[in-house]
T-cell receptor, first 114, second 114 residues
């Protein structure tokens, strides 16, 4: 068990819905990440937070909105998504994003946009 | 630009045999880490092994070992005495020690044949 949990594990939503993904880490880390994993493609880094401050936004569309209220919790707010946004969304954490630290992953949320 | 290439989309191995998964990467950095992650069907991405670029000695973790060739930018994973539980997607990843980016390959799907 890596100590990173994600809810929900599965989510089906329409293009007009608003939903949120939640990630929580129990490892005492200070950095948290959102990744998108699509079939046959490398993991795509979406957002990075270090000590609650966003330090990376990899040209992610504004229909994805992250929130990091503290170092243990990370949210990804979703609205007006497109079918091509269907993917596995992985959360990860590490001790500090600015150092060469190992990332530990959650189990992911499988998202289907209809 | 940093890229990670896994040229074997699928591999299979007989139980108790040895298999080697290939990974090459491209970087101009001298300080970085390399990782192998395992993602079983349950989807939890698990760290298998990591290698610091400044270390010449290949990392070993029980039945898992790497062959790190820094000049060739090659980082292969050897699994000895393969077990049914080793069946998974294996991702090679690169992380430089400045900045937030992890770079992942597209993965190798390993099947273990009883």
């Amino acid at each position: 068990e890596t100590g990173v949990t994600q809810t929900p594990r599965h989510l089906v939503m329409g293009m007009t819905n608003k939903k949120s993904l939640k990630c929580e880490q129990h490892l005492g880390h200070n950095a948290m990440y959102w990744y998108k994993q699509s079939a046959k493609k490398p993991l795509e880094l979406m957002f990075v937070y270090n000590f609650k401050e966003q330090t990376e936004n990899n040209s992610v569309p504004s229909r994805f909105s992250p929130e990091c209220p503290n170092s243990s919790h990370l949210f990804l707010h979703l609205h007006t998504l497109q079918p091509e946004d269907s993917a596995l969304y992985l959360c990860a954490s590490s001790q500090d994003s600015a150092r060469c630290e190992t990332q530990y992953f959650g189990p992911g949320t499988r998202l289907l946009v209809l | 630009a940093q890229t990670v290439t896994q040229s074997q989309p699928e591999m299979s191995v007989q139980e108790a045999e040895t298999v080697t998964l290939s990974c090459t990467y491209d970087t101009s950095e001298s300080d970085y880490y390399l990782f192998w992650y395992k993602q079983p069907p349950s989807r939890q991405m698990i760290l298998v092994i990591r290698q610091e670029a400044y270390k010449q000695q290949n990392a070993t973790e029980n039945r898992f070992s790497v062959n790190f060739q820094k000049a060739a930018k090659s980082f292969s994973l050897k699994i000895s005495d393969s077990q049914l539980g080793d069946a998974a997607m294996y991702f090679c990843a690169y992380r430089r020690c400045t900045g937030n980016q992890f770079y992942f390959g597209t993965g190798t799907s390993l099947t273990v044949i009883p």
